[in-house]
């Protein structure tokens, strides 16, 4: 019986044993944040001011000034219209990029430059990419399609090459053995097994665009951005709070509309 308890008490010792790597890792981790507050100059003093700041702030947002209804509609239909256009030209991009990032379809020599394509396009926020554009080909909406279309292409062709790499290749070899072209093989034996998950891939990718594109005419991008910017350098807050409560209503109903949409196609 006390060899039992022993043994018992043996097994609870280690099950319970305290885990001083991690720890450490922890601690050096709580350590690390506080250098890191000191080093950006973060002190209680700035916090409370800022908090004042933020007060009056606030008390100049409310009530909202909805009077320049035509300014703003015209900026929230705009930025609608970058969204759509981007979400459906991306995604569309997309399709043959991820089939050609995916390993268990083709071969190295196309798998890698597609991959190094994709986290290109990973690789930069949309602000940094739409801020490219705008150098390049100047103001205006068509710089902020461009670079959600960039953007697009990076979330949703590596969702879709890793969606084809987790198919089953018996469904593949089965329309494979009949004859089938390639894209017959694509068609009929990958696109069946990803389609859902490729619906779900672009109602969040057309939801993220939508937020997205109110963010991009902050640099030039086009936009309701650019309404709320100019309104932000005029200290017009009343009608900043006009802009922000109909950015937060739009992005809601875009919300709405891409729920239906993944329970209706998936």
Known sequence: MSMRQTELDQIRARAFAPDWR???VWLGFA??????????????????????????FLGRMFPPEFTRWELL????????????????IGILLSLPIGLMAARNLMPVAVTVPARAF????????????????????????????????????????????????????KQ??????????????????????????????????????????TMVGIVGGGGIGGTLFSAFRRFDYDFVCA?????I???MVGELIASWLRKTFQ
């Open 22 to 24: 991690m720890r450490a």
């Open 118 to 169: 994709i986290a290109l396009a990973r690789s930069f926020h949309p602000i940094i990419i739409a801020i490219i554009f705008v150098k390049a080909i100047g103001f205006g909406p068509l710089a902020g399609i461009f670079a959600l279309i960039f953007a697009s292409i990076g979330f949703v062709a590596k969702l879709f090459a890793e969606a084809i790499e987790e198919i089953s290749l």
């Open 243 to 247: 802009i922000l409560i109909s950015i």
């Open 73 to 88: 509609a015209e900026g929230l239909l705009e930025s609608l219209q970058i969204a759509i256009i981007s979400s459906a």
């Open 172 to 213: 593949v070899e089965a329309v494979r053995a009949t004859g089938a072209s390639f894209m017959g093989v694509v068609i009929m034996g990958v696109l069946p097994q990803v389609f859902s998950r490729f619906i779900g891939f672009a109602t969040y990718q057309l939801d993220s665009n939508l937020r997205q594109s």
């Open 249 to 251: 209503a739009m992005i």
């Open 31 to 56: 350590v690390y944040v506080i250098y890191a507050t000191g080093q950006l100059n973060f002190t209680w003093e700035r916090f409370v001011v800022g908090l004042d700041r933020g007060a009056t």
